[in-house]
């Protein structure tokens, strides 16, 4: 805690350097508003870096942030679950109602990190939420849930949905290097690689992907 604001405001200083063409957009996790999260930890995300949970579309795209701390331990804030979950249904009607291309899903824990029906651990869901929310999700025709939190590399499969569960630029907790994924959504896939910053910096991403992006272009 008593390094808090000096790191994000070392944080702010590099984003600054961020070529101003790309959005940026925050995902809330357990290091920024706790494990078990408390209104008061939750407004202060919000004060420094937007929303806890959010939409947005992008060509026809509609994606959805998640504040799955909420989903992990809500016993300090019940009434902040409840309006995320109420808020989540709404979205899900609209996205129904626009017939949009995909729906994708960023959150900070993953649902699963390799079966949907693995045990608990501190890495996933708790089983009854978590298949709640992955019928929820399957019935509403999401493809993909994109995940930090494990500092791994992992995921699997849920009945068409596909869970990415992608390692950390820092913080390395397993054998990956230490990298970012790369996703290209198309009107037909989703198409994602990991890459570690050595070979981004010596040779860029592949050309089966360049040449998906010159398409969408």
Same mark, same amino acid.
């Given at each position: 805690? !008593?390094?808090?604001?000096?790191?994000?405001? @070392?944080?702010?200083?590099?984003?600054?350097?961020?070529?101003? /063409? &790309?959005?940026?957009?925050?995902?809330?996790?357990?290091? %920024? &508003?706790?494990?078990?999260?408390?209104?008061?930890?939750?407004?202060?995300? =919000?004060?420094?870096?937007? @929303?806890?949970?959010?939409?947005?579309?992008?060509?026809?795209?509609?994606?959805?942030?998640?504040?799955?701390?909420?989903?992990?331990?809500?016993?300090? =804030? $019940?009434?902040?679950?409840?309006? !995320?979950?109420?808020?989540?249904?709404?979205?899900?009607?609209?996205?129904?109602?626009?017939? =949009?291309? +995909?729906?994708?899903?960023?959150? +900070?824990? $993953?649902?699963?990190?390799?079966? $949907?029906?693995? %045990?608990?651990?501190?890495?996933?869901?708790? *089983?009854?939420?978590?298949?709640?929310? #992955?019928?929820?999700? +399957? *019935?509403?025709?999401?493809?993909?849930?994109?995940?930090?939190?494990?500092?791994?590399?992992? /995921?699997?499969?849920?009945? /068409?949905?596909? #869970?990415?569960?992608?390692?950390?630029?820092?913080?390395?907790?397993?054998?990956?290097? +230490?990298?970012?994924?790369?996703?290209?959504?198309?009107?037909?896939?989703?198409?994602?690689?990991?890459?570690?910053?050595?070979?981004?910096?010596? !040779? /860029?991403?592949?050309?089966?992907?360049?040449? #998906?992006?010159? *398409? !969408?272009?």
């Amino acid at each position: 805690t !008593q390094w808090r604001k000096d790191q994000e405001q @070392d944080l702010k200083n590099v984003l600054k350097n961020t070529d101003q /063409g &790309i959005p940026l957009v925050f995902v809330s996790g357990n290091h %920024d &508003i706790g494990n078990t999260p408390t209104r008061e930890t939750i407004d202060n995300y =919000c004060k420094n870096w937007g @929303d806890d949970y959010f939409s947005f579309w992008v060509g026809g795209v509609f994606f959805l942030v998640l504040n799955s701390q909420l989903y992990f331990d809500s016993s300090k =804030c $019940p009434e902040l679950k409840q309006a !995320q979950d109420v808020w989540l249904n709404e979205q899900l009607a609209v996205a129904e109602e626009h017939k =949009c291309k +995909h729906i994708i899903v960023f959150q +900070h824990i $993953p649902l699963f990190l390799r079966k $949907p029906d693995e %045990d608990h651990d501190y890495f996933n869901l708790e *089983k009854s939420v978590r298949q709640e929310i #992955m019928e929820k999700f +399957h *019935k509403a025709g999401i493809k993909a849930v994109f995940s930090g939190h494990y500092h791994r590399n992992a /995921g699997g499969f849920y009945r /068409g949905l596909e #869970m990415v569960v992608s390692s950390a630029i820092g913080c390395q907790l397993g054998e990956d290097p +230490h990298g970012l994924r790369v996703v290209v959504v198309t009107d037909e896939k989703i198409v994602h690689r990991y890459y570690s910053l050595n070979e981004l910096s010596s !040779q /860029g991403i592949e050309k089966e992907l360049l040449d #998906m992006l010159a *398409k !969408q272009n």
